[in-house]
């Protein structure tokens, strides 16, 4: 059971809020399934990886359960809002992509061709998100802007989605590793948070959706994603997709939010493959060091950037040797620390 805490914006002042709010139509794909499901462990497997790597960079990906050992509250709404009725189906946004075994390629390249058509479309609204841990809960704050002129209901829906969860699936076998599945609606309704109703003007007004949620046991942290959904409601009680964003990044903060008040780090690009680029913004002046350690706390680079004072940095970090894989770099500044989890593939 989720539990939710409306999150005090005092306490957060600096980090609330630092994700940009981009001006991109990114696509939602999904993949509604079972883990009893057969033909979703046989060629539905196959085909949702193949749509990873070809939409990864571009679209939310969502592994949908409405039953089975991996349902959530969240994937039977999912499904229920999809009218999905059965397993696996495919969609982006709430396009529906009828696939079968034998159809595979093709829907392939018709869901590459609807995501890239997508990415190259004006935004009528985008959605910035972020999320912070302190202790065992973790903050995510998001925030969306409109870019057109419209009209209706819009709602900001905040999800977890855990990447490499290892459970039993039909056709593949008992200790497969998952992906992208949907853990849980962060917002009290898995639509969201009412953010607009009415005729909406691109004023510059921005419209902020932030929860605290308890970090469930289950989980694993360093594989968690969090995306952001901007519905519009619909007929018949469903919702329609606008935009999405997501981040795998996790910024930690000490119980006294002295980082909130005195530095923000970013990380980008993140997944990387050869480099990432680290931005600094400091509010007062500090010595500062940054280290990248693996999961079991070995440490592969250290650098220290001397006494720097109030304004902008940017760093790069060269992969060179580091292999794929998880990793956090560990930014301190007069021995307040920040760890944001990096990615090479």
């Keep these: 059971?989720?539990?939710?805490?409306?999150?005090?914006?005092?306490?957060?002042?600096?980090?609330?809020?630092?994700?940009?709010?981009?001006?991109?139509?990114?696509?939602?794909?999904?993949?509604?399934?079972?883990?009893?499901?057969?033909?979703?462990?046989?060629?539905?497997?196959?085909?949702?990886?193949?749509?990873?790597?070809?939409?990864?960079?571009?679209?939310?990906?969502?592994?949908?359960?409405?039953?089975?050992?991996?349902?959530?509250?969240?994937?039977?709404?999912?499904?229920?809002?999809?009218?999905?009725?059965?397993?696996?189906?495919?969609?982006?946004?709430?396009?529906?992509?009828?696939?079968?075994?034998?159809?595979?390629?093709?829907?392939?390249?018709?869901?590459?061709?609807?995501?890239?058509?997508?990415?190259?479309?004006?935004?009528?609204?985008?959605?910035?998100?972020?999320?912070?841990?302190?202790?065992?809960?973790?903050?995510?704050?998001t925030r969306a802007k409109f870019f057109q002129n419209t009209n209706g209901s819009f709602y900001t829906a905040i999800y977890v989605i855990e990447e490499n969860v290892i459970a039993n699936q039909s056709g593949q076998g008992s200790n497969t590793s998952h992906h992208d599945i949907l853990r849980v609606a962060v917002t009290p309704e898995e639509y969201g948070d009412d953010i607009a109703t009415g005729d909406v003007f691109p004023d510059g007004v921005e419209y902020p959706v932030s929860y605290t949620i308890d970090i469930d046991a289950s989980w694993d942290v360093n594989n968690l994603i969090f995306a952001a959904v901007i519905w519009k409601a619909g007929d018949n009680g469903k919702y329609d997709f606008i935009n999405t964003n997501s981040t795998s990044e996790v910024m930690f903060v000490s119980s006294n939010n002295q980082l909130a008040e005195d530095f923000a780090v970013r990380v980008g690009p993140n997944p990387a493959l050869d480099f990432v680029n680290v931005s600094l913004d400091l509010s007062q002046g500090g010595d500062v060091e940054m280290q990248l350690v693996d999961l079991a706390g070995k440490t592969l680079l250290q650098r220290n950037e001397g006494s720097l004072s109030q304004g902008h940095y940017n760093f790069r970090i060269d992969r060179e040797t580091i292999p794929s894989g998880i990793y956090l770099l560990r930014t301190s500044v007069d021995g307040v620390t920040s760890t944001k989890k990096v990615v090479f593939r």
């Design 1 to 141: 059971m989720k539990k939710i805490l409306p999150l005090l914006f005092s306490l957060l002042t600096f980090a609330a809020f630092a994700q940009e709010v981009p001006e991109v139509q990114k696509s939602l794909i999904t993949k509604t399934t079972a883990t009893w499901c057969g033909n979703c462990g046989t060629w539905g497997w196959t085909f949702y990886e193949d749509l990873i790597s070809d939409n990864d960079n571009n679209a939310v990906m969502v592994a949908a359960h409405g039953s089975g050992d991996l349902v959530s509250d969240a994937g039977v709404w999912w499904n229920s809002n999809l009218n999905a009725s059965g397993q696996p189906r495919f969609y982006v946004g709430n396009e529906y992509f009828p696939v079968n075994s034998g159809s595979t390629s093709s829907v392939r390249t018709a869901i590459k061709n609807a995501v890239d058509a997508q990415i190259a479309q004006a935004p009528l609204a985008g959605v910035g998100i972020e999320a912070i841990q302190s202790g065992n809960q973790i903050t995510i704050n």
